[in-house]
Structure formats: C-alpha cells, structure tokens
C-alpha cells in the first residue's frame, strides 16, 4: 500500500520535463517525466531506496533523505513544505495506526471575541478540512444565499464538491476545488484526514479523488464570486494561523476592488442583522 509520501514523489518526479534539470530530452521514455533511477541518481540513493518510498514500503525516510529528494525534484518552498508534512504523517502512520475521529470544533472564546471585533469585516474561523465554526455578521451577510451556511454544520469543502451552486458562487471552482483538497493533508490530524475522506470520497466523486493525491500547493489568488443577486465580488484573502492546538484557522476576505467594497456595503445595508454565531 502507498503512502501520500510516495505518491507526491512519484507525481512530482512525472511532471517534470528533464530538459528543465539539465538532462537530456531526446532519449525514448515510455512514460513523461523523470526516470526513478535519474531522480535516484541526483538526490543520491539507490534506485532500490526510491522505490521503496515511492511504493510505501519504507514510511521514515530520514530528514536528510527528504531534503535530498527536495533538492532534486527542485522543488520550491511550499512544495518542500507539504514534502516535509508529508514525510512526518507516513512516519506517525508506521508508528501505529489510530483510530479515525472527527477533528474538535470548540472555538476559544478569545477567539470569538476576536470576530466580534473585527465587525464589521468578513472573516471567520475554519479548519483545514472545511468547518466553518464560527463567522462574523458579514460573512453571513455575503455568504447567507449562496447555500453555505444552510447546513447545521457548514463545511466548505462538502459544499466545493457537492452543493448544486458552488460552481456558479465560486467563479474559479477549480482554483478553489483544489486549495480545498490541499488543505485536507495539512490538518488538523492525520486520523481527522482520513475520518473526513474514508465517507467523502465516495460522495464527492472523481472530481475530488482525482485532486486528493496531486499533492501539488494550488496558487495564491484573489477570490473571485458571483452573489447570487448577481454581484461579481473580488476579495484577497488573509490567514491568520491559530496556535497548533487548536488546528484552526482565522480567515479575513478584504474587497479586491472598489467595486466589491460597494457591493458589500449594499449588502450590509439590506441585511437583517444577526448576532455573531459559533456553530
């Protein structure tokens, strides 16, 4: 059985182009990429080695392994990062496995007092697997009829892959589809992964498992939504890492643009107030 360790060396090493390392192009390949033993070659391990990562069959690879493969695989640092996240998750995996459980969805109370002070600005608190645990009045201003907060526990990653407006509200769904599978291997826990992706899997289709081992850190870009009263809205995102644990995050949307901070103050306007809410 393969480990995500292997699985993102393997698809990184096939998305290379070997001119782009220096090697040489015009050799036959029968597949697109590298070849195990020229990557074995340039991070200095067996071709034997290589392939015991790559299959799952060594998961504790050593730190200067890592950086080694790293190196080779000329990765850059959000690459590197996940390759080093990855390489500690297979290392807890071969220590035991642990029961699956769903991740804690308390929020701290200092950090809910920190939304009520961010009014009226449009934020709120999530995990690495999608919970949306608690927001600010104008986040459910702007989010309230797009369908994300229908459900009693708001998750953005199920509404990415299975609700029927997600496509039409997120102008770039594929952009977004990707971050939100990326993010899944992040946190909060290894057994909060695979307790969220054992069920999903099967519900969200090939458009989430074709991501789920791409491995590969989706681009930083504005956010681009369409309300549904037919506003186009453009935001940059801020992430504010919580401590460790508490494996959340708070997530601010700032208007792109001149016209989104229009729209939303038209929003804010029209709106029923409601109370900040932790769900």
């Not at 590197?80 to 297979?90: E, F, P, Q």
């Not at 701290?108 to 939304?115: E, I, N, T």
């Not at 526990?153 to 496509?167: K, S």
């Not at 959340?248 to 306007?269: C, G, K």
Request: with cysteine.
């Amino acid at each position: 059985m393969g480990t995500p360790l292997g699985g993102f060396i393997r698809a990184k090493r096939d998305s290379i182009q070997p001119e782009a390392l220096g090697l040489p192009s015009h050799q036959r390949r029968r597949a697109p990429g590298l070849r195990r033993s020229e990557l074995a070659s340039r991070a200095g391990v067996s071709v034997e080695y290589l392939t015991r990562i790559e299959q799952g069959r060594d998961r504790n690879p050593s730190p200067s392994v890592v950086n080694a493969l790293a190196d080779a695989l000329d990765l850059d640092t959000a690459e590197r990062t996940h390759l080093g996240y990855l390489a500690k998750i297979s290392g807890e995996a071969c220590a035991g496995h642990v029961r699956a459980t769903p991740p804690e969805r308390t929020v701290r109370p200092a950090v809910r007092q920190v939304l009520s002070l961010l009014e009226p600005g449009v934020a709120f608190v999530t995990n690495r697997l999608g919970d949306v645990l608690a927001h600010t009045d104008s986040f459910a201003t702007v989010m309230r009829d797009t369908g994300l907060l229908d459900a009693e526990e708001p998750n953005l990653t199920r509404y990415v892959f299975t609700h029927p407006h997600a496509r039409t509200t997120f102008v770039d769904w594929d952009q977004i589809a990707d971050e939100q599978v990326f993010n899944l291997w992040l946190g909060p826990s290894n057994d909060a992964f695979e307790w969220f992706t054992a069920d999903f899997a099967s519900i969200a289709g090939a458009e989430f498992t074709r991501r789920l081992h791409r491995h590969i850190p989706p681009a930083q870009v504005p956010l681009r939504m369409t309300h549904p009263r037919g506003h186009q809205l453009r935001w940059d995102r801020e992430l504010l890492e919580l401590p460790a644990s508490d494996a959340q995050q708070l997530i601010l949307l700032l208007p792109a643009d001149d016209a989104t901070a229009t729209v939303l103050n038209h929003l804010r306007e029209h709106s029923d107030r409601t109370a900040l809410r932790a769900l």
